[in-house]
């Protein structure tokens, strides 16, 4: 499996971004997915995640100004952030499991896919 991010840049606090992250090959299997970051000198943090049934969960850090979403049709994943803030500074990288990202999450385990990353700046 493999995720290819995109979306990532520089933003002035307040502005809004959209994380996408494609997945291919296209398959039928329909992965549990989310989002984690990582600032510089920081551990990798679960962001959001949406499992195959739809079921979704947000960090503290995030919750009420992002959503995470994702195309069946088109394998792609979004995560929406807005009202960005200097600390949501980070490479943001998208991952797949087989297991429930909600649960991968909240226990602060770590999926078995992972993509490359994409860099997201926000200027106060």
């Known amino acids: 499996v493999q995720l290819v991010e995109s979306g990532g840049g520089s933003v002035q606090a307040g502005d809004s971004l959209t994380l996408s992250c494609a997945v291919s090959?296209?398959?039928?299997?329909?992965?549990?997915m989310g989002w984690f970051r990582q600032a510089a000198g920081g551990e990798r943090e679960g962001v959001a995640a949406i499992d195959f049934d739809g079921r979704t969960r947000y960090a503290d850090s995030v919750q009420g100004r992002s959503a995470i979403t994702k195309d069946n049709a088109k394998k792609t994943l979004y995560l929406q952030l807005t009202s960005l803030k200097p600390e949501d500074t980070a490479v943001y990288y998208c991952a797949a499991d087989d297991d429930r990202m909600t649960t991968l999450q909240k226990l602060g385990m770590l999926p078995r896919y992972w993509g490359q990353g994409t860099e997201v700046t926000v200027s106060s």
């Open positions: 090959p296209r398959t039928d299997v329909d992965y549990s």
